[in-house]
């Protein structure tokens, strides 16, 4: 319901209750009280009345009659003849007195009731007015920007207080410099870039930089999305766009951030519509104002998407943004000082290592790290305790990386026996091979994920890229559990549907997309599986022959064949540890990494001395 609409019912609600109050006024001067004519004569016999004043109503002779008691009560007696009862109350002697006949009012018999008629008319013309105002108001503002304003001494966030990104903010530095001092860049004849493009996976703090940079520069910040400017009807977008810029141009020098830029920006000519669809009017209205004919000095546009891929090629030229900044995920120092300044507001116990948990954490964006810190401080708040201890944070990322425990739900001891097994094959793989481990925690207790158990690896270093071997490794891994219940009960279960899938998921990139087949070759056959859905190509064909397709797939079987002898082959070396593992899982339901490496203490004995082979 519209603010109009919502005024209009309160002042008719008002309205109606003031004319029930009316009515109800003048039904009080109606009712008799319950007050009667024989008890006022037994009362007039007793002497009990002191006073009684009558007064007499226009159409006489009915009236009524204020009645004063010796105790003090008043009452009111209406009757139909005054003159009667002034005789009868003067035959007993009591004081009374006649109030004169009320006069009729013309203004309230004549006037009155046609003020209530134009008042009620006239507050009925304007609310109907005011809604076709408004009415008329919102189409004339269907066009205007809906970018929100921030001026500079609104914004505090400023750099010191953006975490984990040092290269992408010294590369940002140079736009709060020009911000600042325009003139410095100018003089030598520099021209400070147009647009600038953030992009990254999401959570890692794209729109968080922009913000500091604002802030930094202490300079008027407008922020929209990039859905925002998409509409049903062809042409408000481009004069979103339109209005936006020239607001801007008012308050220049400025920012402007477009979040999700790839809602509006997408590549033209991919959807159903043509070159007519409302979103390419947006996108083109946008490439002219970021560098068409106009001048849009001291206005610097400022960007952030995760899909930089499906972008217009128009909108990436120099000209229009300039420079692309990769936001990447933090390394394990960044980790430490996002972890840090997301902790500021939370005490910490005397056992909380942030340094530790920033090397487990390999992989996790800023918004995962702030995520990570809040599950734990509520943790620490469920079990009534005002700070926050290391447990909380481990039971976190548990909650984070794989989903919330079921401990409630009901599982048979069949189901747990084979869940063990299975758990305890994935855990032997990662800790026997060298590149995948090691065991972080081995559990039975299904979780939110849908999963009867779940074997949690520890990452202790970052990669930038991956390695075949530790792809192979990986395939091993994911296999381990269907090896273990083959072993162990000489039949196999559904659970492994997922292993399976991403195992054959990863040898088939390794075939097709990194080029580490001997039979295929060093030859991209991957069919981007992201075109058709992105509009590239409705109808999408293979880049290979069905002669090449059978060639991949017997290459993956390959893989994945290898990889499985290979497995099976380990965990049957150390089957001991496969039952020792299960039968700790069935007793325990969850083991940490110290508990399971003390199942191998037998076959891997620690050295006496450093440097010492066993």
């Known amino acids: 319901m519209s603010k109009n609409n919502r005024s209009f019912y309160i002042y008719f609600i008002i309205i109606i209750g003031l004319l029930l109050i009316t009515v109800w006024v003048g039904t009080l001067r109606v009712q008799n009280n319950g007050y009667t004519r024989g008890e006022f004569e037994e009362q007039l016999e007793k002497n009990e009345i002191a006073v009684v004043n009558i007064c007499p109503n226009k159409d006489v002779p009915t009236g009524s009659l204020e009645i004063v008691l010796k105790s003090g009560e008043e009452r009111v007696l209406y009757v139909t003849d005054v003159k009667e009862m002034e005789d009868l109350v003067r035959s007993y002697g009591i004081d009374c007195s006649v109030e004169s006949v009320p006069e009729e009012s013309w203004f309230l018999n004549s006037v009155f009731p046609i003020l209530i008629v134009v008042v009620v008319c006239v507050f009925f013309f304007v609310m109907m007015n005011a809604q076709n105002s408004g009415g008329g108001g919102r189409m004339m503002n269907f066009g205007k920007s809906r970018a929100k304003l921030t001026m500079g001494g609104e914004n505090k966030i400023t750099l010191e207080e953006v975490a984990g990104l040092k290269e992408e903010k010294e590369e940002l530095q140079e736009i709060v410099e020009f911000l600042r001092e325009p003139g410095k860049f100018t003089k030598v004849g520099a021209r400070i870039p147009k647009g600038v493009l953030l992009e990254g996976a999401p959570g890692t703090g794209k729109t968080l930089l922009a913000k500091a940079i604002a802030g930094e520069a202490n300079v008027p910040f407008f922020s929209i999305s990039g859905s925002d400017f998409v509409e049903m009807f062809v042409g408000v977008g481009a004069s979103r766009v339109r209005d936006m810029f020239a607001e801007a141009k008012r308050h220049a020098p400025c920012i402007i951030f477009i979040d999700e830029i790839d809602a ?13 669809d409302e979103r390419e009017q947006t996108l083109n209205q946008l490439l002219v104002e970021m560098d068409g004919f106009g001048v849009n000095e001291g206005i610097i546009v400022m960007a952030a998407t995760n899909r930089v891929d499906i972008l217009d090629p128009a909108i990436l030229r120099p000209g229009r943004f300039d420079r692309k900044i990769t936001v990447a995920s ?113 559990s039975i207790i299904p979780t939110g994920i849908g999963a009867a158990g779940y074997t949690m690896p520890l990452p202790e270093k970052d990669e930038m890229f991956m390695t075949k071997g530790k792809m192979i490794e990986d395939i091993m891994v994911s296999l381990g559990g269907r090896i273990a219940e083959e072993i162990i009960f000489d039949d196999i279960t ?121």
């Not at 509006?264 to 007519?276: C, D, E, I, L």
């Not at 794989?402 to 800790?431: D, M, N, P, V, W």
């Open 264 to 276: 509006v920006a997408r590549r033209r000519g991919t959807g159903m519509g043509g070159g007519h």
């Open 494 to 614: 559904t659970g492994a549907s997922s292993d399976i899938k991403k195992a054959t998921k990863e040898a088939r990139r390794m075939v097709t997309r990194y080029g580490m087949s001997d039979n295929i070759g060093v030859i991209n056959y991957d069919d981007d599986d992201d075109e058709v859905f992105i509009g590239r190509d409705l109808a999408h064909a293979k880049n290979h022959s069905e002669l090449i397709s059978g060639e991949i797939d017997r290459e993956v079987k390959k893989i994945i064949d290898e990889c499985y002898c290979k497995a099976k082959e380990i965990i049957k070396e150390h089957e001991d540890v496969l039952h020792k593992c299960a039968n700790l899982l069935l007793q325990k339901e969850k083991i940490n990494r110290a508990e399971f490496e003390a199942l191998f203490d037998t076959y891997y004995p620690q050295p006496e001395e450093p440097g010492e082979l066993v």
């Open 330 to 442: 933090p390394d394990v120092r960044g980790r430490e000082d996002i972890l840090k300044v997301h902790a500021k507001n939370k005490p910490l116990g005397d056992d909380v290592d942030l340094q530790q948990i920033a090397q487990t954490t390999a992989g996790f964006t800023g918004a995962d790290l702030e995520n990570l810190l809040n599950e734990a401080a509520i943790n620490a708040a469920m079990d009534k305790r005002a700070f926050v201890k290391q447990e909380d944070i481990k039971k976190a990322f548990i909650k984070v990386g794989i989903g919330a425990e079921k401990k409630s739900r009901i599982i048979s001891e069949k189901e747990k026996k084979i869940t063990a097994y299975h758990e305890a094959g994935h855990a032997i793989l990662f800790h026997v091979l060298p590149d995948v481990g090691p065991v972080y925690t081995v």
